[in-house]
């Protein structure tokens, strides 16, 4: 079975440019995350949605990031204009929403790198 | 509010020692779960192990144990006989089941384990 696919698996970009990340949840999941990882802050929660709805976007740092979820089978993750301090490794998740919280399966991430 | 914190940043072992990485949490809520990721060099999060906080039974894998106590709000890992390959990032992670839904998972900052041959 295929797991969380993440794209692309690393972008360089240029401070001003707009990012564009995207994520396709595992089958069957009705609930996806997106979190970052830097050495600094460690991971932590951007955005979820549960059955295509955001629940909480309080994680999302600035005005400059935007995330949808247009179907069950894709999210994106936009940061337009990026900065060198969005530099990080984006993951994202997927876990079905019933009963108590399951694993959460994890793509391998993106890592981007705003220069 | 949830809260992780895992007061190891790094160890370093040699081979075949054994090695605890602890994890102490905070939640106000009666039913939560606890899990433990494992990130190998190459960055991918391996799930290994969820446990609901109405099961404080010891949980032995392999060379993987893990010990939950509710009474000191800790839900450490050991692993015995550390192997090179055992050399990675260890995350400790909760999730709250509110009324609401299941909460994200909140993660600690991690322990780097390194082994060394």
């Known amino acids: 079975d295929a797991g969380v696919i993440q794209s692309p698996r690393h972008e360089v970009t240029e401070m001003g440019q707009e990012v564009t990340l995207r994520c396709k949840p595992i089958?069957?999941?009705?609930?996806l995350f997106w979190y970052r990882q830097t050495m600094m802050r460690g991971l932590e929660l951007l955005i979820y949605?549960?059955?295509?709805?955001?629940?909480?976007d309080s994680g999302m740092p600035e005005d400059r990031f935007s995330a949808k979820m247009p179907n069950a089978s894709f999210s994106t993750l936009k940061i337009q204009p990026s900065e060198p301090r969005d530099s990080a490794v984006y993951f994202c998740?997927?876990?079905?929403?019933?009963?108590?919280?399951?694993?959460?399966?994890f793509g391998e991430g993106s890592r981007l790198t705003v220069l | 509010a949830q809260k992780v914190t895992q007061a190891q940043t790094e160890i370093s072992v040699v081979e075949k020692e054994d090695v605890t990485l602890d994890c102490v949490y905070e939640?106000?809520?009666?039913?939560?779960?606890l899990f433990w990721y494992k990130q190998p060099p190459s960055g991918e999060l391996v799930f290994l192990i969820r446990?609901?906080?109405?099961?404080?039974q010891n949980e032995i894998s392999g060379r993987y144990s893990w010990n939950f106590q509710k009474s000191t709000s800790s839900f450490n890992f050991t692993i015995t006989a550390s192997q090179v390959v055992d050399s990675a990032v260890y995350f400790c992670?909760?999730?709250?089941?509110?009324?609401?839904?299941?909460?994200?998972?909140?993660f600690g900052k991690g322990t780097r384990l390194s082994v060394i041959a």
């Open positions: 998740a997927s876990r079905r929403l019933a009963g108590g919280p399951g694993e959460l399966f």
């Open positions: 089958s069957g999941h009705n609930s």
């Open positions: 949605f549960n059955n295509n709805v955001p629940i909480d």
């Open positions: 939640t106000r809520d009666t039913t939560y779960y």
């Open positions: 446990r609901n906080s109405f099961d404080e």
């Open positions: 992670a909760l999730s709250e089941v509110l009324n609401s839904g299941n909460t994200p998972l909140v």
